[in-house]
């Protein structure tokens, strides 16, 4: 596609339940971040894959959250029994290769509601 | 450790011109800045290395000043579509001098642009 593109959009959970937020990356982009933007603050650092290698994965919260990209394209961001803590917009982001020179292009985002 | 901006939020007239400041206590790779609409993706303005090379929008500057970490933007001739969220992401230096990609985001720059 043009760009990333996330889904859902939305998502509301009751406590407790389990979420799979999905990343689909612009096509042929090998490093992909997912980050996690609280509300009236700057995104902050999930984890990083590298194709389909989880390189870095030092800012996932708890072992709540957990991330895969088995194929080294679209990737999975899930959280497991969620707590209200857990409500903020989560953000992927892709560039083109693993220096850092390249442009991290984000996707618009899952905002995720915890209740 | 998160960069700080300032200031937190400008207003301006279109025309006027503005300045937004990003600092890091810790030794920088690289300094990113995006712009952030409500409800939709950080767009990306400008990328500086250490070294001095840049990339970004012909009608947006930037400046990194590396022995200081210290990096602005500076909007010119502002327009109504300037106005959104401002935030600098910073990468540290990794291994042999390099980094993947990781940012820390600053808290951000509320800009207003009024006709």
């Known amino acids: 596609g043009a760009g990333v593109s996330q889904s859902p959009r939305y998502k509301v959970a009751k406590r407790g339940q389990d979420v799979a937020l999905r990343c689909d990356p612009i096509?042929?982009?090998?490093?992909l971040f997912w980050y996690q933007q609280a509300l009236g603050q700057g995104p902050e650092f999930l984890t990083y894959f590298q194709n389909e290698a989880q390189l870095d994965k030092s800012g996932l919260p708890s072992d709540r959250f957990f991330a895969e990209r088995p194929e080294g394209s679209v990737s999975t961001l899930k959280i497991q029994r969620t707590q209200q803590e857990d409500s903020a917009v989560y953000l992927c982001?892709?560039?083109?290769?693993?220096?850092?020179?390249?442009?991290?292009?984000f996707g618009a985002g899952t905002r995720l509601s915890v209740l | 450790q998160q960069p700080v901006q300032s200031p937190q939020a400008v207003i301006l007239r279109e025309g006027e011109d503005a300045v937004i400041n990003c600092s890091s206590s810790k030794a920088l790779y690289s300094v990113h800045w995006y712009r952030q609409k409500h409800g939709e993706a950080p767009v990306f303005l400008m990328i500086?290395?250490?070294?001095?090379e840049q990339k970004g929008h012909e009608k947006i500057s930037a400046s990194f000043n590396e022995k200081k970490q210290q990096s602005s933007l500076y909007l010119t001739a502002s327009q109504l579509s300037y106005s959104g969220t401002y935030f600098c992401g910073t990468e540290r230096n990794g291994a042999g001098g390099t980094s993947y990609g990781k940012l820390t985001f600053g808290q951000g720059t509320i800009l207003t642009v009024h006709p």
């Open positions: 500086l290395l250490k070294g001095g």
């Open positions: 982001a892709t560039k083109p290769g693993r220096i850092a020179k390249n442009i991290q292009y």
């Open positions: 096509s042929g982009h090998v490093s």
